[in-house]
């Protein structure tokens, strides 16, 4: 070729190869936004940040678990309207059932508790640390447009979030009823990863 053809080809090149990668990013982002599983994340992390805090952590873990909880059954709902596979229908279901019982745990304490002294900020700023890195993760992955495999993988980093939150409580919490209700939804959520994440490997 030319030497003095061989630049602007060169340039032309480059420049195709840059606006393929954006135009594949793009597509991708309208994909992530367009999913109704990352929508109901971001509607409850809105909600999650505009809610009035306590600071006292037995009450702001309990309020703040019943959204996380609520976004969860939103997601299983979404899954059982839109999803063919029948494992994840049928983890949708028990997540329903499992975190509507949890929900009205966490209502009662609630209705009962009154905020204690002294007040402890520390909670709530690793509960947003805690939500921040699951939208981080949850950003961060490839949304594929298949109901049951976007589920699966975005439950896990939903979850993972209720994991950490408890651990939290379990830190600064002092109330036995919360945190019993955090030691069992650790358990449970551990092993609800675990089942999810098998699922991803077969399916991918």
Excluded at 141 to 149: K, N, S, V
């Amino acid at each position: 070729m030319n030497r003095f053809l061989r630049l602007p080809f060169l340039s032309l090149l480059v420049f195709s190869v840059l606006f393929t990668a954006c135009k594949m990013d793009h597509d991708m982002d309208d994909m992530k936004h367009d999913s109704p599983y990352m929508k109901i994340m971001m509607d409850m992390m809105t909600q999650m940040d505009t809610q009035v805090k306590t600071q006292d952590p037995d009450h702001d873990y309990a309020t703040q678990m019943v959204m996380h909880h609520e976004a969860a059954i939103k997601m299983a709902e979404e899954e059982l309207r839109t999803g063919s596979n029948q494992e994840m229908k049928t983890t949708a279901q028990d997540i329903i059932t499992k975190q509507r019982a949890e929900i009205g745990q966490f209502n009662a304490f609630t209705s009962g508790h009154q905020p204690m002294q002294p007040l402890v900020p520390q909670f709530n700023t690793v509960q947003k640390t805690n939500m921040d890195k699951m939208m981080a993760a949850s950003d961060a992955r490839m949304i594929t447009g298949r109901a049951d495999y976007d589920f699966a993988q975005l439950m896990v980093d939903h979850h993972q979030a209720a994991i950490d939150n408890s651990e939290t409580l379990l830190q600064y919490g002092r109330n036995a009823t919360t945190k019993a209700l955090a030691q069992s939804i650790i358990t449970d959520q551990r092993q609800e990863i675990a089942a999810l994440q098998n699922w991803l490997t077969r399916n991918r």
